[in-house]
């Protein structure tokens, strides 16, 4: 018995006749996944074999973008116009940088990626900016208040 292809074996877990997205109609029917997903709620897929060690999982929407359109460009990956993580359709899926794709997104961190200025309302932007190494911004004026506050108590205590 001949074994099936990776994309016979892939395009047979999908639901091409998915929800259309109240999102964005614009795009058409989903492709769900139908096999089993991450904890996360995006699809898995297994690629590779074991006999050689190769065999290695993988997000199906990346698998399904591969499939379609070929490599995703270095630096960036598959961000999904219509919000749903089971969908493998590659016309809603656009290559975007990571950062991109958080801003994108309707988790915490895109949430506080749109935020234009601090909770005193000083603004996110020129010299009042600080962006530690881990990505995440500072209000420098904030910053520097809090400073002078524990300076001040400090000598106070002294």
Not at 56 to 69: D, I, K, S, T
Not at 91 to 102: I, K, Q, R
Not at 128 to 148: D, I
Not at 150 to 156: C, D, E, G
Request: glycine share 8%; net charge positive; hydrophobic share 25%.
């Amino acid at each position: 018995m001949k074994a099936k292809s990776i994309e016979e074996r892939f395009w047979s877990k999908v639901d091409k006749n998915g929800p259309v997205p109240i999102n964005r109609p614009d795009l058409g029917p989903c492709h769900l996944w139908t096999a089993s997903c991450f904890q996360n709620g995006y699809g898995k897929f297994f690629v590779g074999s074991r006999s050689d060690d190769t065999r290695r999982m993988r997000y199906a929407h990346q698998v399904g973008y591969e499939l379609a359109r070929g490599p995703i460009p270095p630096g960036l990956e598959p961000d999904h116009l219509c919000r749903v993580r089971r969908c493998v359709n590659d016309a809603h899926l656009e290559p975007v940088t990571h950062a991109e794709n958080l801003r994108r997104g309707e988790g915490f961190a895109g949430v506080n990626a749109a935020k234009t200025h601090c909770p005193q309302e000083h603004p996110y932007s020129g010299e009042n900016l600080h962006v530690s190494p881990s990505g995440r911004r500072y209000c420098r004026t904030c910053g520097n208040e809090n400073q002078n506050r524990r300076r001040a108590a400090k000598k106070m205590v002294a």
